[in-house]
């Protein structure tokens, strides 16, 4: 069956660009993440929406980061004025529920292949 | 901020032998300890979990070993294969939080002949 899928792949903008990345989760999960990969690290949470809800944008590092998943489905992560602190690998992840509607089973967060985003 | 501290950064272990893998974390309300795996150019992938309530779980030849006192688990690899040479990543979560990941920092394991 098929996975997470993000596009673009690749991404490369030039420092004051805007870039849009696109995820589409697995039909049918309620859960979706973003999560940044800087090279060498390991992922760190940006967002987290529940069906078309953001829930939690804590991890967002500033104004200029902007998700949305307005029909609960596919979400898209935006970001303005690109720096080049930018550069990273952006992971989205979809599970099928939340743990609390599960009443204790937790479900296991698919993850995308990422978008690999280059700011010169 | 949350941190799980995950070591060694690197390691190199013959064909046959075994790989362990150590994490440390901090905040007692996390409840559920994944161990990813990621290639390169590829998403993690969930290889085993556990839940605080064990100290071990197997899998094949994937081991969680957890100790909820030191605020410790690791994963030991029995009879490594050159396929698992790749990068590790520990994490955590809280299942009264949104289950956000909290990551350690990834340990690249290299599969040697």
């Known amino acids: 069956g098929a996975g997470v899928s993000q596009s673009p792949r690749y991404k490369v903008a030039k420092r004051g660009q805007d870039v849009a990345l696109r995820c589409d989760p697995i039909?049918?999960?309620?859960?979706l993440f973003w999560y940044q990969q800087a090279l060498g690290q390991g992922p760190e949470f940006l967002t987290y929406?529940?069906?078309?809800?953001?829930?939690?944008k804590s991890g967002l590092p500033s104004d200029r980061f902007f998700a949305e998943r307005p029909e609960g489905s596919v979400s898209t992560l935006k970001i303005q004025r690109t720096q080049q602190e930018d550069s990273a690998v952006y992971l989205c992840?979809?599970?099928?529920?939340?743990?609390?509607?599960?009443?204790?089973?937790?479900?296991?967060?698919?993850f995308g292949p990422g978008t690999r985003l280059t700011v010169t | 901020q949350q941190q799980v501290k995950q070591s060694p950064q690197s390691l190199i272990v013959q064909k046959g032998g075994i790989s362990i893998i150590n994490c440390a974390y901090e905040?007692?309300?996390?409840?559920?300890f994944p161990w990813y795996q990621q290639f390169p150019g590829k998403g993690p992938a969930l290889l085993i979990a556990i839940r605080p309530d064990v100290s071990e779980k197997k899998e094949g030849r994937f081991t969680i070993s957890f100790n909820k006192s030191a605020k410790q688990f690791s994963l030991h690899i029995m009879d490594s294969q050159p396929g698992d040479s790749a990068t590790y990543f520990c994490a955590a979560s809280m299942s009264r939080g949104n289950e956000k990941l909290t990551f350690g920092t990834g340990t690249r394991l290299t599969i040697i002949p």
């Open positions: 039909s049918g999960h309620v859960s």
């Open positions: 992840a979809s599970s099928l529920v939340s743990f609390r509607l599960a009443g204790g089973s937790l479900y296991e967060q698919y």
């Open positions: 929406f529940q069906n078309e809800a953001q829930l939690d």
């Open positions: 905040n007692t309300a996390f409840d559920y």
